[in-house]
């Protein structure tokens, strides 16, 4: 668990801790995501991060004499990030995918305009409006 999640975003790009955070299991500087996947799926689990409102969590399991390997691999995914712009391309267009599907979900509407009301844009519990951030993905 990392200190630091959706809480850290500013006003105009609230979606950059989710992307960032989807982006850390992408490889790293010295590991292609494909090198990264092949020890994964070796060691047989994988590196799920959550990015919620206040932390960036990392959810995984793994057999104690695999530890010490895993724990390096996400060490160094969290540490020297790869930030391929080809990755990212992708998880803004998954996102945008999302957000349209929300768009057409009656709780997830009516969730967003309730927190859109209750809350001012400075606080961390505001909903942006769906539109805004689909046009912040552009």
Known sequence: KLKGGESCASAEKTLVPELLGSMLNKG?????KEALADILETMGTTIDPYVSTFWTDFSAKVVSEDLDQF???LSDCIINPAFKDEELDKLKKQKEAEIKDYMVETDELAN???????????????ARPFEEQIAELE
Do not use: A, E, Q
Not at 28 to 32: A, E, G, H, T
């Open 71 to 73: 724990m390096s691999l």
């Open 112 to 126: 967003n305009k309730l927190y859109g009301s209750l809350y001012k844009p400075d606080c961390v519990f505001y």
């Open 28 to 32: 790293s500087r010295s590991m292609s």
